[in-house]
C-alpha cells in the first residue's frame, strides 16, 4: 500500500472545514493504524486557519465505542473559529451529523506532563465547569459515522463548540448524578445523566491527561476540555434544541 500523504490530506480536511464542504473519504479510510490518525490531526490542526482552544473527548460511553469499534476514547481539537455563543442559529450542512450535550471544563494552570493524577487531582487545575454543547460532523462524504481512524483524522469530528455558562456550585455537585434532557422543537428527543461520561465527566478530562501526557504534552492553562455527550447525539433537524441540565443550568442552539 502506498504511503499516505499527509500534508496533501491534512491541507483538504482543513479546507472542507474552512469551506464547509465534503471530499473523497477513499483515503482516509486506508489509515492503517490509530497512531496514524493522530498524525494526520496534528497536521490538519496546523493547516486550519484557526487557534485551537482545547479539544473534545469522544467515544466515552460503552455505546459509542461500539459503534466506532473501539474499547477506549478518542479526542480531536477545538478551535476559536468555532466557538459559537449559546443561541447561535447554526447552517445545516451535509456531514452534520448533530448536537452532543457536554460538561466542559477550563483549565486554570498547566497540568503536568511527567506527573500521575488522580480523580482528586483535577478540581485544583480547573478554573470553571460549564455546561456545553459539541456539534458533531464529518468533513468526508458519507451517511452516518465514519470509520474510526477516518473520525480521529478528521479533527475528531469535532464541527463546533457551543460555550454555555459555568456551573457556580460543580465541585460540590457530583456531576455523575445530573439528569441532562433536549427537546427539538419542543418535543423531548434525548436524555442521559453525566454518568453516561465514563462514568462520571471529570474521568473524561483525566483520560485526556494521560493521553496528552503519553506523548509528552500537556493541558494548559485557558484550554478547554468538552467530556462527551451525556446523552448521544441529538439529531440534526430544522429548528431548534433546549438542553437542561437538572440544578446547573439550560443552553440552546439552532439548525436552519
Keep these: 500500500m502506498p504511503t499516505l500523504d499527509h500534508a496533501d490530506l491534512a491541507k483538504q480536511l482543513a479546507d472542507a472545514r474552512n469551506s464547509h464542504e465534503q471530499i473523497d473519504p477513499t483515503p482516509y479510510d486506508t489509515i492503517a493504524t490509530l497512531a496514524e490518525a493522530y498524525q494526520l490531526q496534528a497536521r490538519a490542526t496546523e493547516s486550519y486557519p484557526s487557534v485551537r482552544i482545547g479539544y473534545k473527548v469522544g467515544a466515552t460511553n460503552e455505546g459509542a465505542q461500539k459503534l466506532f ?10 478551535f476559536e473559529k468555532d466557538r459559537v455563543a449559546p443561541g447561535a442559529n447554526l447552517s445545516l450542512r451535509p456531514g452534520v451529523l448533530g448536537g452532543e450535550a457536554e460538561f466542559a ?7 503536568p506532563t511527567d506527573q500521575e493524577l488522580n480523580i482528586n487531582d483535577l478540581p485544583s487545575y480547573i478554573e470553571s465547569c460549564h455546561i456545553a454543547v459539541e456539534i458533531v460532523g464529518r468533513r468526508t ?5 465514519p470509520s474510526l481512524h477516518c473520525a480521529v483524522a478528521d479533527y475528531g469530528a469535532n464541527v463546533a463548540f457551543i460555550e454555555g455558562p459555568a456551573i457556580e456550585n460543580w465541585r460540590s ?4 448524578q445530573v ?3 433536549a427537546k427539538t422543537n419542543d418535543s423531548e428527543t434525548n436524555s442521559g445523566t453525566g454518568a453516561a461520561v465514563l462514568g462520571h465527566p471529570l474521568n ?9 501526557k503519553e506523548t509528552g ?4 492553562a485557558g484550554e478547554w476540555v468538552s467530556t462527551g455527550t451525556c446523552l448521544g447525539v441529538i439529531a ?4 431548534s434544541v433546549e438542553i437542561e441540565f437538572s440544578g446547573c443550568g439550560t443552553i440552546g442552539y439552532q439548525f436552519s
Design 69 to 78: 469499534g473501539c474499547n477506549a476514547p478518542f479526542y480531536g481539537p477545538m
Design 105 to 111: 471544563f477550563l483549565c486554570g494552570t498547566d497540568f
Design 141 to 145: 462524504e458519507g451517511e452516518g459515522l
Design 173 to 176: 455537585m457530583d456531576l455523575a
Design 179 to 181: 439528569a441532562v434532557s
Design 204 to 212: 473524561a478530562l483525566l483520560w485526556m491527561h494521560n493521553a496528552l
Design 217 to 220: 504534552q500537556g493541558l494548559k
Design 236 to 239: 440534526p433537524v430544522a429548528g
